[in-house]
Each structure stands twice: as structure tokens, then as C-alpha cells.
């Protein structure tokens, strides 16, 4: 049985709604989804244009999605995204979710925006 382990990104939050479909959604990636998520990641990392949180963002996501699991990370916690970044990555996510053909991948899609979506609330609330 794998263990659900905190979401990096969702550990900063004070309320946390959505790590665990995060969770179900890397772990119900087939082989080809996780090949498709590796192409987008890799395409967001490359627009990040040396921008290091989303770049950074761009490879934890493609270690969960490679793993088949969500992950502590390693113990160096995850720089906090700003508001331009959320904004960005949603936009982004949002995209891969509405056209995304492939059933796995577009569900993985909609749990990070959920986890961004949670992350812009509580930055809101500050």
C-alpha cells in the first residue's frame, strides 16, 4: 500500500483539500500519461525562462508523475509561489485540463489546479 505523504506545494497551506486526490490522480497515470505528463512538464519548464520556482515546480511535478506517487520532496522545502506565478501555472494547467485528449493526464491536470487553487485562497487570505 503506498502511503500518502503531503503534497510539497500543499504543505505550506493551512488547509489542504486536495492533496489526496493529487495523490490518486499520479497513482491512476498509465505508463503513456506519465510519458505525456513528462512532455508537458518539460514544456513548462522550458517557458519558465529561468524563472527557478516554476522550473522547480515543472520538476517536482515530473518526479511524482515518473514515481507514480506523491512525495515528501527532500526535505528542502518548496519556495512559495508567487501571485504572477499561480496565475501563470493556472492558466497553464487549466489549458492542459480543457484540451488535453488523454482521460489521465487531464485529471492529474485538474488535481494541481485544485492544490493552485487552494495556494492562491490562502495567499489571499493573508
Do not use: C, K
Amino acid at each position: 500500500m503506498i502511503n500518502a505523504v503531503p503534497h510539497p506545494l500543499a504543505a505550506s497551506m493551512t488547509t489542504d483539500h486536495h492533496s489526496a486526490y493529487l495523490a490518486r490522480a499520479v497513482a491512476a497515470l498509465t505508463p503513456e500519461g506519465r510519458q505525456r505528463v513528462d512532455d508537458l512538464l518539460d514544456q513548462l519548464a522550458g517557458a519558465a525562462g529561468g524563472r527557478e520556482r516554476l522550473a522547480r515546480f515543472a520538476h517536482d511535478r515530473r518526479a511524482e508523475a515518473d514515481l507514480g506517487r506523491v512525495t515528501e520532496g527532500t526535505g528542502d522545502p518548496e519556495p512559495l509561489l508567487t501571485a504572477d506565478e499561480i496565475q501563470a501555472l493556472t492558466v497553464g494547467f487549466r489549458t492542459i485540463r480543457d484540451e488535453e485528449p488523454r482521460d489521465d493526464v487531464a485529471d492529474w491536470a485538474n488535481a494541481v489546479l485544485a492544490l493552485l487553487d487552494d495556494e492562491a485562497a490562502r495567499r489571499h487570505m493573508r
